[in-house]
């Protein structure tokens, strides 16, 4: 046993380690990417990205029901796609303990909605935890899979950025290499016919039942007297850590780390011995309702917002007296740092021409690099909602158009993982439906956003084996898309992209736009570009800033001419292509 440093994730992927796991899947999505990330370090774990969330639940579940300890892992929004699953793999238990990750994101720090996953606990009948730092991130881990195996249910461990990507000391073991159960054949339990399910239903709720009688009595949920019993605090996850910080001593706690089903009867003693009690906790108000549903009046979400992330300092001006309250003072603010695609970004070429032709057209977009597509000064983009969208929306769309009688076109965009993800189930619509759209698939060969994991289209998984390359435009043409209807082209090369999409505007009926090109940052294509470089002709240029227009962090108006940052330019050469007056120039090695 030894203490090592380590983020809420990587405590994680160290707790299933110990706890025996043998199968891991996720998909990536910020706060949790690196869980997976930090599992395939064990080779004894087989680790893999999934091609979706639903994927991956459904890939841990068959480890479950085939006797062996496995976990998936998940963004909060991950999990609304993996949610038909997860209340079915409720009423089926967990015959090798099943883990799931769902890590949400308080705030929107990188996601489209705010959404508190607690909730999920509650409508799929599941086990919660919630741990509040790296060490119980381990703990709670190994905690998880042991209870989910001795009473039957997936346990759901609900996290947040700030405990994913904070890091701690944690005190780390040895593995605990617990051996698959054999397979037994269980239909009356591993299959859920209407039936099965009913009778499936009734262990459920005996299962919950004999959980919340654990939970009343479990180390997770305890009692911290204060100095005094005037103030109750009632908080669970990384509020704990917020209210320590803001309240020290001075107050009590009851700090809930098994969230579901909640201890009620260790919550009816503790509101019973404090004068006042303080719900303190990030989302929605899941505490707080149930301490009022068992007849206790209690300050919470009165005071302290639903929305963003809570803090120290913030707590403290909410509940102590003005002169109690020692604010955090700094003297320098941060700039302003809006999200951009990177210098060099293969998306750029087609948000630009797109955004050209707002006119003529509208454009669904989708989760991705490409997204950032939609702001100034690109503005390639009309929509982003969720994964998928950027094709199925777009049919919708078109038939309002339609409708209206509005003369656009629509495009949809998404990337290569999207794709994989959940694009293809959009593209087989839209095929059935003669959908005129134009779809376009913007391949980078990688998934970028995130940091650069593996995805079908890719060829090594995970943990570097070899993996079979799924082509898109040979699955774009399984579905039935004519090869008439199919461009492929580099998305940088501004001539041609300008030529397909004016065709596509043209076109009635549905076309496929495939742009290929890899990301710019990964370790090969960046090192095959050092020392390529643009430079501006200060003499050329006539100022009248085109080159901004295509929103590259290298490219500055200053000294009154464009200017590139040599440090940040990528070479990609597209400002060479937007100048019409030939002032921007490549050389080797840099600008002198």
């Known amino acids: 046993m030894k203490k090592t440093l380590l983020s809420g994730d990587e405590a994680v992927a160290r707790g299933a380690y110990e706890a025996g796991c043998l199968v891991a899947a996720a998909y990536p999505g910020t706060p949790s990417t690196e869980i997976l990330e930090a599992m395939a370090q064990y080779p004894e774990i087989n680790s893999r990205w999934a091609s979706n969330e639903k994927v991956a639940l459904e890939i841990a579940g068959g480890a479950s029901i085939g006797g062996a300890r496995a976990l998936a892992a998940m963004k909060h929004v991950g999990l609304n796609v993996a949610a038909d699953p997860l209340l079915t793999l409720a009423y089926i238990g967990a015959y090798g303990g099943l883990v799931v ?38 703990d709670f881990t190994r905690a998880a899979f042991e209870l989910s195996e001795r009473f039957d249910t997936p346990a759901l461990m609900r996290m947040t950025t700030r405990v994913c990507h904070s890091k701690g000391l944690a005190v780390t073991g040895e593995r605990n290499a617990v051996p698959p159960k054999p397979y037994v054949r269980n239909v009356k339990k591993n299959s859920m016919l209407p039936a099965f399910a009913r009778l499936r239903h009734v262990e459920v709720e005996k299962h919950m039942a004999a959980l919340e009688d654990f939970a009343n009595n479990c180390a997770m949920n305890r009692i911290e007297w204060g100095a005094d019993k005037k103030i109750g605090v009632v908080t669970s996850g990384i509020s704990y850590m917020h209210a320590r910080e803001a309240f020290g001593d001075t107050v009590s706690y009851l700090k809930l780390g098994l969230t579901h089903p909640l201890p009620r009867k260790l919550i009816s003693t503790f509101a019973r011995s404090v004068d006042k009690i303080w719900v303190i906790e990030e989302g929605d108000p899941y505490l707080e309702d149930a301490i009022r549903a068992l007849g206790f009046d209690c300050l919470g979400k009165e005071l302290v917002p639903i929305q963003g992330e809570l803090d120290a300092g913030l707590l403290r001006r909410i509940f102590l007296p003005p002169d109690q309250v020692r604010p955090y003072l700094s003297q320098i603010m941060p700039p302003p740092r809006p999200p951009v695609l ?30 950032l597509g939609i702001q100034p000064p690109l503005e390639g983009l009309d929509t982003a909602v969720c994964m998928g969208a950027g094709f199925s929306g777009a049919i919708g769309l078109s038939q309002a158009f339609k409708a209206a009688g509005d003369s656009r076109k629509v495009f949809g965009l998404m990337g290569d993982s999207t794709f994989f993800h959940s694009g293809m189930t959009g593209l087989a619509d839209a095929v059935h439906a003669q959908a005129n759209v134009c779809l376009c698939i913007l391949d980078n060969s990688i998934t970028a956003m995130t940091g650069h994991q593996e995805n079908p289209g890719t060829e090594t998984d995970l943990m570097g084996r070899p993996a079979v390359r799924l082509d898109i435009l040979s699955v774009v043409k399984g579905l039935g898309v004519p090869e008439d209807s199919i461009t492929v082209l580099d998305p940088l090369d501004r001539p041609k992209v300008t030529e397909a999409v004016e065709k596509a505007i043209k076109t009635e009926g549905l076309s496929i736009i495939i742009t ?15 020392g390529r470089k643009c430079q501006v002709d200060p003499e050329a240029c006539k100022k009248c800033k085109m080159c901004l227009k295509v929103g590259c962090p290298a490219i500055a108006f200053k000294d009154g001419h464009s200017n590139i940052d040599q440090s940040a330019c990528m070479g990609c050469e597209y400002c060479m292509a937007v100048c019409k007056f030939h002032a921007i120039s490549r050389v080797e090695g840099g600008a002198k």
């Open 516 to 530: 290929r090109r890899p990301c710019v940052l990964i370790k090969e294509v960046r090192k095959s570009l050092e």
């Open 342 to 371: 990177c210098a060099g970004c293969p998306h750029r070429g087609i948000l630009h021409i797109l955004g050209q032709h707002k006119k003529d057209i509208a454009a669904c977009g989708d989760i991705g690099c490409y997204t």
């Open 101 to 138: 990750v769902s890590a949400d994101d308080p705030g929107c720090h990188s996601s489209q909605n705010e959404q508190d996953n607690r909730h999920y606990a509650v409508l799929a009948k599941l086990l919660m935890l919630e741990p509040s730092d790296s060490q119980e991130c381990l």
